[in-house]
T-cell receptor
Framework: DGGITQSPKYLFRKEGQNVTLSCEQNLNHDAMYWYRQDPGQGLRLIYYSQIVNDFQKGDIAEGYSVSREKKESFPLTVTSAQKNPTAFYLC?????????????FGAGSRLTVL | GIQVEQSPPDLILQEGANSTLRCNFSDSVNNLQWFHQNPWGQLINLFYIPSGTKQNGRLSATTVATERYSLLYISSSQTTDSGVYFCALSFYTGFQKLVFGTGTRLLVSP
């Protein structure tokens, strides 16, 4: 079945450590996205990529970094510069980033900083 | 930027009841989607509906773009309908950046 796989599902990190969240899709989608969700709130866009080897900052990119070396992979690194990293992180993809881009989401990664 | 307001913020229903969720937005949009987030966090796209009406089983949605609102109808609710319902909108500026509302949290009790 086609879909998006995020790992790990749960992650604990000490303050000052970087952590990388994995996102892999086998939908052959061009566009990929990372969103952050805090309790009781909607989703906010961290980074997006419309094509391999290209990515753009979203609304809350500070303290995060990404890469897009392969079409199917879009890992997110939460760096020690992110002041409040505890959150639920969702990866999504769409066939393209224009027009009727219906998003498909992964199951999410829950990061807790101790 | 686009402002998205959803109401009600919380809703409790008995199984079998009907409900209407509302999404108001501040600007013209060309992409409106409704999502359901289950209690484990998985988001599922329900409708892509920038205008008009669509139905899928017990769910239907209507968007009146000229009046800047969209409605999601749930009929004969089931416990599996519980979760959070989000509307998300964008306008095209070379990239469809979706702006999410804060959601309606629905609990359907048996």
């Amino acid at each position: 079945d086609g879909g998006i796989t995020q790992s790990p599902k749960y992650l604990f990190r000490k303050e000052g450590q970087n952590v990388t969240l994995s996102c892999e899709q086998n939908l052959n989608h061009d566009a990929m996205y990372w969103y952050r969700q805090d309790p009781g709130q909607g989703l906010r866009l961290i980074y997006y990529s419309q094509i391999v080897n290209d990515f753009q900052k979203g609304d809350i990119a500070e303290g995060y970094s990404v890469s897009r070396e392969k079409k199917e992979s879009f890992p997110l690194t939460v760096t020690s510069a992110q002041k409040n990293p505890t959150a639920f992180y969702l990866c999504a993809s769409s066939a393209d980033s224009a027009g009727a881009n219906v998003l498909t989401f992964g199951a999410g990664s829950r990061l807790t900083v101790l | 930027g686009i402002q998205v307001e959803q109401s009600p913020p919380d809703l409790i229903l008995q199984e079998g009841a009907n409900s209407t969720l509302r999404c108001n937005f501040s600007d013209s949009v060309n992409n409106l989607q409704w999502f359901h987030q289950n209690p484990w966090g998985q988001l599922i796209n329900l409708f892509y509906i920038p205008s008009g009406t669509k139905q899928n089983g017990r769910l239907s949605a209507t968007t009146v773009a000229t009046e800047r609102y969209s409605l999601l109808y749930i009929s004969s609710s089931q416990t599996t309908d519980s979760g959070v319902y989000f509307c998300a909108l964008s306008f095209y500026t070379g990239f469809q950046k979706l702006v999410f509302g804060t959601g309606t949290r629905l609990l359907v009790s048996p």
